[in-house]
């Protein structure tokens, strides 16, 4: 049963510190997906890649996140420097085929700052 | 511009009686439309797809166009069918899945 794998579960940091999640795709899967999920704005798209490409950042903070996909089995977003608000739970998802549909989720990365 | 709406945050029914969560979307194009279920503290799971045309545990999902809706539907609910849904839009080109701000199903026994 292949899925998408993430790292860090579970997260609480200070304030000011760098926070660095990662997520493994499924193996062939050719789209990578960031959304951060909180409760007053439920689901948000922050990054989205097709075969390792960035597509649309559009809605990640550019001064203070950033994603990357140093290779097909990783990607990664990383807060520097991170702040209470950032707190959220962040998903990474993969799909397979040209727009992407039919995405599968990680378990979430659950990031507390404080 | 890719919109979905779900109207409602929290929709609480009782074991056994039916239930219908609202999802609305707005797109030019031909919509590729889905939804994703999410219980406690766990991941999203893809619930079902508009073109599968497919009743996955007791729920199914028509897309009407003409209403541009893509509600989901159950006859008879049950305890384990609480958690939270998502409707999604499919993307074309360049653009990723838009999900709506889902709604919150509570069964109740």
């Known amino acids: 049963d292949a899925r998408v794998t993430q790292t860090p579960r579970h997260k609480v940091t200070e304030m000011g510190q760098e926070v660095t999640m990662r997520c493994q795709p499924i193996l062939g899967h050719n789209t990578v997906f960031w959304y951060r999920q909180t409760m007053m704005q439920g689901l948000e798209l922050l990054a989205y890649?097709?075969?390792?490409?960035?597509?649309?950042d559009s809605g990640m903070p550019k001064d203070r996140f950033s994603a990357e996909m140093p290779d097909a089995t990783l990607a990664t977003l990383k807060i520097q420097p991170s702040e209470p608000r950032d707190s959220a739970v962040y998903f990474c998802?993969?799909?397979?085929?040209?727009?992407?549909?039919?995405?599968?989720f990680g378990e979430g990365s659950w990031l507390t700052v404080v | 511009a890719q919109r979905v709406t779900q109207p409602e945050k929290l929709l609480s029914v009782f074991k056994g009686a039916p239930v219908e969560l609202k999802c609305n979307y707005s797109y030019s194009g031909s919509p590729e439309l889905f939804w994703y279920v999410q219980y406690s503290r766990q991941r999203l799971q893809l619930l079902l797809r508009h073109i599968s045309r497919e009743s996955i545990k007791g729920f199914t999902a028509d897309l009407n166009k003409g209403e541009t809706s893509f509600h989901l539907k159950k006859p008879f609910a049950q305890e384990e069918d609480s958690a939270m849904y998502y409707c999604?839009?499919?993307?074309?080109?360049?653009?990723?899945?838009?999900f709506g701000s889902g709604t919150r199903l509570q069964v109740q026994p």
């Open positions: 998802a993969s799909g397979l085929g040209r727009t992407g549909n039919t995405i599968y």
């Open positions: 890649f097709r075969n390792r490409a960035p597509l649309d």
């Open positions: 999604a839009l499919g993307g074309t080109g360049r653009r990723a899945l838009t």
